[in-house]
Every structure is written in C-alpha cells, then in structure tokens.
C-alpha cells in the first residue's frame, strides 16, 4: 500500500475481452489502499458488453456504484435500467440474486465493485448451468484461488468415491 487515497484519474486499467459479449477494462482498488475485508474495484464496460456472466455468489454480497453512463440491471427473473447515481444491490443467494451489468448505453459505463472478501464461496451461472467453488489461505483475489474448480451442475461423485478402504453402493 502506497497511500490510502487513489483518484479513479490515476488507475492503470487493464484490458481484456473474451467473445462477443464480454470485454472491460478494470483495476481492483482494494490492495492499493490497504483495504482487506473488502473487495473493491473499479471498471469501465464499452457499450454493447457486460463484464461478467449473469452469476449469484452464495457467500459474498456485492453492491455497484454506477458512475458514468448507462445501461441495464439483471436482477433474478427480472430487469432494471441503470444510470448514473444508481447504486445496485447483490446479495448471497440463490438464481434469485443472480446479477449481471450490461452496458446499453452509447458511451463506457463505469462503476465501481464492492464486495465481502469470504475466505470461500460457491458461484452459480443460472446461463450456462454451471457453477465455480472457490477457496484461498488469504483474502486474495479469486484468480490466486489456492482451490478454484469449475463444474456443470447435475454432475456429481459419491461422497466415498475414490476414498482409500470405502465400500461401493453397488456391492
């Protein structure tokens, strides 16, 4: 931590994209200020893309502070128009607070993230029927998991599967 103070002016964003939909330039805040507890970055989404998946965390709340521009709030089963000013609520939950930002506007929308920085947590993405398990030793970011899988649900072991001395229901 440099100093606890940084102005959005002065963040070096990092550029990234992936297929048609998802592309941002983001930042995370929080290590730059000595913030550990919580998650906080800051991102910038171009018009026509979102910067996630429509995901739930079944751990982590999050809330989004919308600075610039506009664009559209998926919400569980339903939708919101966003702008300016607006601050967005996600809690942990279930499909009922999974949540995805699109930009629908003509210019960047911006925002800032604000999250619980659990130790884990169990995402779902109502879209694609999948979902992530993720845990780590420290409050790390998600991508320095030291457990991070990825999974479609349905699928899934027997408890005692592969263990050493276990029986099989079959036998």
């Known amino acids: 931590m440099s100093k606890p103070v940084v102005n ?12 048609e939909l998802y592309a941002a330039r ?11 507890d919580l998650g906080i970055s800051f991102t910038e989404v171009p ?29 569980g089963s339903e939708s919101y128009p966003i702008k300016a000013g607006d601050v967005l609520g ?3 939950g279930g499909h ?5 930002i699109i930009n629908t ?6 925002y800032y993230g604000v999250s619980t920085m659990s130790i884990a947590d169990v995402c779902e993405y109502p879209d694609s029927g999948k979902f992530g ?13 030291t457990v991070r899988h990825l999974d479609r ?17 079959d036998q």
Request: net charge negative.
């Open 96 to 100: 009922e607070t999974a949540h995805q």
């Open 133 to 145: 398990v993720f845990s780590r030793s420290t409050r790390n970011p998600y991508d320095t998991a």
């Open 90 to 92: 996600a809690p942990a």
């Open 26 to 36: 983001d930042v995370r805040v929080g290590p730059m200020i000595g913030v550990k």
């Open 47 to 75: 018009p026509g893309k979102s910067a996630c998946p429509f995901h739930s965390h079944h751990v982590e709340d999050e809330l989004f502070i919308i600075l610039d521009g506009e664009g559209t709030y998926r919400f």
């Open 105 to 110: 506007g003509t210019r960047p929308l911006r």
């Open 153 to 169: 649900l349905g699928t899934s072991l027997d408890y005692w599967d592969g263990e050493p001395g276990a029986g099989s229901k």
């Open 8 to 19: 959005i002016s002065e963040l070096a964003l990092e550029s990234w994209s992936e297929g």
